[in-house]
């Protein structure tokens, strides 16, 4: 685990460093807050790394007050530290199945996206809204962000077996 600070991150060259050098030797797991801060930092974090491999983890959108805080945040929405433990290692479960990520696996692609209404027609925003809210992803995620993300989530029989139960 790298702690980031944050926006630290943006000009802390021995963090820098060391995200790169994990990354190019065993990879890298990105798991940032689901608001707009912490999306900068994940986008920033992919940025930096060049040469290695980078997987994300994502927590869902949970509205709340964390603790620590007087009042919430500007989102409204609670921050890695604030979800319960048991999200966290959903999310990052989620990584851990060879299965989905092997390279001899049907994945998702661009094109199954644009199939499905996900991209490319007239409500695909709203489509892709309702897909991310039934796997409790992030609002945030653009169109490759999702890509990636049900990738690591989902198996294509999966994947159609969800769009199938919003369309019905």
Do not use: C, W
């Not at 199945?97 to 709203?126: C, F, H, P, Q, W």
């Amino acid at each position: 685990m790298i702690v980031t600070n944050g926006f630290g991150v943006f000009k802390d060259q021995r963090t820098v460093e060391l995200i790169r050098f994990y990354a190019k030797n065993g990879g890298i797991i990105i798991l940032t807050d689901s608001d707009s801060a912490g999306f900068k930092i994940r986008g920033h974090i992919k940025g930096i790394v060049s040469d290695g491999t980078v997987r994300n983890a994502y927590i869902p959108d949970i509205y709340g007050k964390e603790r620590r805080k007087a009042q919430p945040s500007a989102e409204g929405k609670l921050g890695v530290e604030g979800v319960p433990d048991s999200v966290i290692i959903s999310a990052l479960s989620e990584l851990a199945d060879g299965a989905k990520n092997s390279t001899d696996v049907r994945k998702i692609t661009r094109m199954d996206l644009y199939e499905d209404g996900l991209t490319g027609a007239k409500d695909s925003s709203a489509k892709r809204q309702r897909l991310i809210s039934l796997l409790s992803l992030p609002e945030r995620l653009t169109a490759n962000s999702l890509l990636d993300a049900l990738n690591t989530r989902l198996s294509y029989d999966e994947y159609k077996k969800a769009i199938k139960s919003m369309d019905e």
